[in-house]
């Protein structure tokens, strides 16, 4: 295969970080200050729930998790190259960078796609018993 | 001494928090996941999170994150062309800029510091 950073330069990789930079700037700050804000009486389950049914909230939250993942991992990955000199071991952190990646996307699609679910299924639940 | 320049340390801390920031990107996928398994669950997961041992991390947190947004800044600047010139001097400008930032994002999490404990009802 192709080498994936194998010693590349690596300028699409370069490029896309600072991208994904400039649009998690004005992400990150709305999500720290609104999902973070823990208020005198926490955070209560309600509140996150009514915010992430909205769909506007849905993309943001969405956009947020796709762009910050691609983000901290590609930044990861141009450490890992840093120390990590070898093709072979380069490959493995590919991998194991690229697995790790995806198994968050799922966790995070989940939870915001499918959201709320648990309450939905109840709410099915009770309508469909008599 | 030569390796201490403001640029160095920048770059240095830049490595670390992205480092810390992407491990605690994973563990809060993991465990904001626990959200969509209905508010009992969630109750129980937030009750742990609620101890001031974790609003303390909580506050780390924003503050490492504000470092790596704010030194971000300065190398997209710099990498396009614009105040190169001035590295050094942007990057304090954008330090202050998210010390004010870092006090504006806290203020809450502070305060729910000091917060009785049965303000944070379960459900």
């Not at chain 2, 609003?55 to 490492?64: A, D, F, M, Y």
């Not at chain 2, 930032?101 to 009802?121: D, N, Q, R, T, Y």
Request: glycine share 8%; aromatic share 14%.
């Amino acid at each position: 295969m192709r080498d994936r950073g194998i010693g590349s330069g690596g300028a699409l990789a370069w490029f896309f970080q600072r991208l994904t930079g400039i649009l998690l700037v004005p992400i990150v700050l709305v999500h720290l200050l609104t999902m973070h804000n823990w208020t005198a009486h926490g955070l209560p389950w309600a509140e996150v729930a009514a915010r992430l049914s909205n769909p506007y909230w849905k993309v943001l939250e969405l956009t947020f998790l796709v762009v910050a993942l691609y983000h901290g991992l590609n930044g990861l990955y141009a450490v890992l190259q840093d120390y990590v000199r070898r093709p072979g071991w380069r490959l493995t952190c590919y991998s194991l960078v690229t697995l790790a990646g995806l198994v968050l996307l799922a966790f995070g699609v989940v939870t915001v796609v499918g959201f709320p679910r648990a309450e939905l299924l109840q709410s099915v639940a009770q309508s469909a018993t008599p | 001494m030569y390796r201490f320049h403001t640029g160095y340390v920048a770059w240095l801390l830049n490595r670390i928090s992205g480092i810390l920031i992407i491990f605690y990107l994973a563990a809060h996928v993991w465990v904001t996941h626990h959200l969509s398994h209905g508010a009992e669950t969630y109750a129980q997961v937030m009750a742990f999170l609620s101890s001031p041992l974790f609003k303390l991390l909580e506050i780390g947190l924003i503050g490492v994150v504000l470092y790596h947004l704010m030194n971000g800044i300065r190398i997209i600047l710099v990498d396009f062309g614009k105040g190169a010139w001035m590295q050094k001097r942007l990057f304090w400008i954008l330090m202050a800029i998210g010390v004010l930032l870092f006090v504006i994002c806290i203020w809450e999490l502070v305060g729910s510091l000091f917060a009785p404990a049965h303000a944070a009802p379960l459900h």
